[in-house]
């Protein structure tokens, strides 16, 4: 054995922070006759609140499901969030104003990485 040999330094290329993950979250409204008057209602709250998420850079896009284009009814919402981890974007949306007006009911939240197009490459 060679003892000039030092044993294999390591380096660690991590730093405190964890690294971010990208989100794809598809919501469904609440599907009562009065759903679509309770999103317009708060729609500027909504808004409001989403767009500084946007400056965060945490909502890297987002906006509205339709039943058809034609029609433009709004039906639930499609974003895609940069983030550590679902419980973060979970918390998120629990606390949107959509949320709690009852327009959003439910979600589904995918691990998801962006490949192509105008968003930030996922990791």
Same mark, same amino acid.
């Given at each position: 054995?060679?003892?000039?040999?030092? #044993?294999? @330094?390591?380096?660690?290329?991590?730093?405190? &922070? #964890?690294?971010?993950? @990208? /989100?794809?979250?598809?919501?469904?409204? /609440?599907?009562?006759?009065?759903?679509?008057?309770?999103? =317009?209602?708060?729609?500027?709250?909504? =808004? &409001?609140?989403?767009?500084? *998420?946007?400056?965060?850079?945490?909502? =890297?896009?987002?906006?509205?499901?339709?039943?058809?284009?034609?029609?433009?009814?709004?039906?639930?919402?499609?974003?895609?969030?940069? &983030?550590?981890? *679902?419980?973060?974007?979970? @918390?998120?949306?629990?606390?949107?104003?959509?949320?709690?007006?009852?327009?959003?009911? *439910?979600?589904?939240?995918? #691990?998801?990485?962006?490949?192509?197009?105008?968003? #930030?490459?996922? @990791?």
């Amino acid at each position: 054995m060679n003892t000039f040999i030092r #044993p294999l @330094q390591r380096r660690t290329l991590f730093t405190s &922070a #964890p690294a971010s993950k @990208q /989100f794809l979250v598809l919501i469904r409204d /609440f599907n009562d006759p009065e759903a679509l008057e309770r999103r =317009l209602a708060i729609r500027g709250k909504h =808004l &409001a609140e989403a767009e500084k *998420e946007v400056a965060a850079e945490k909502i =890297l896009s987002g906006g509205a499901i339709l039943d058809t284009h034609e029609s433009g009814r709004m039906i639930g919402s499609c974003m895609i969030w940069e &983030a550590e981890s *679902e419980d973060e974007v979970r @918390q998120k949306l629990e606390n949107d104003p959509y949320t709690k007006g009852k327009v959003w009911e *439910e979600w589904d939240i995918f #691990p998801y990485r962006n490949a192509v197009g105008k968003l #930030p490459k996922g @990791q």
